[in-house]
Nanobody, 114 residues
């Protein structure tokens, strides 16, 4: 079993930056594709970015060129550097494997003001 704990969210103005962190527990973390997802109230949870254990990345079109995902397998951590934030990036952000294998953490709220 793997558990995730997200942090780093907050309130930022449009055009600003935030760096999200995800701490994972569990022995199988290093062999999984992990990713960041986000969810608006009443909406489905969408994938934002993923990274394989070897470092290959994929991004949703809406964040390409603005967000960067990275991971540190030794620390069992995944990061999301978010630059040039827009109000439409406002959401609760979660990390998990792809496909999702484990329970969701509590997430971290990102609010971008215009």
């Amino acid at each position: 079993q793997v558990q995730f704990a997200e942090s780093g969210g907050g309130l930022v103005q449009s055009g600003g930056s935030l760096r999200l962190s995800c701490a994972a527990s569990g022995s199988t973390f290093s062999i999984n594709i992990v990713g960041w997802y986000r969810q608006l109230p009443g909406k489905q949870r969408d994938m934002v970015a993923t990274i394989s254990s070897g470092g290959s990345t994929n991004y949703a079109d809406s964040v390409k060129g603005r967000f960067t995902i990275s991971r540190d397998n030794a620390k069992k951590a995944v990061y999301l550097q978010m630059n040039t934030l827009k109000p439409e990036d406002t959401a609760t952000y979660y990390c998990n494997t792809l496909p999702r294998l484990y329970n969701w953490g509590q997430g971290t709220q990102v609010t971008v003001s215009s």
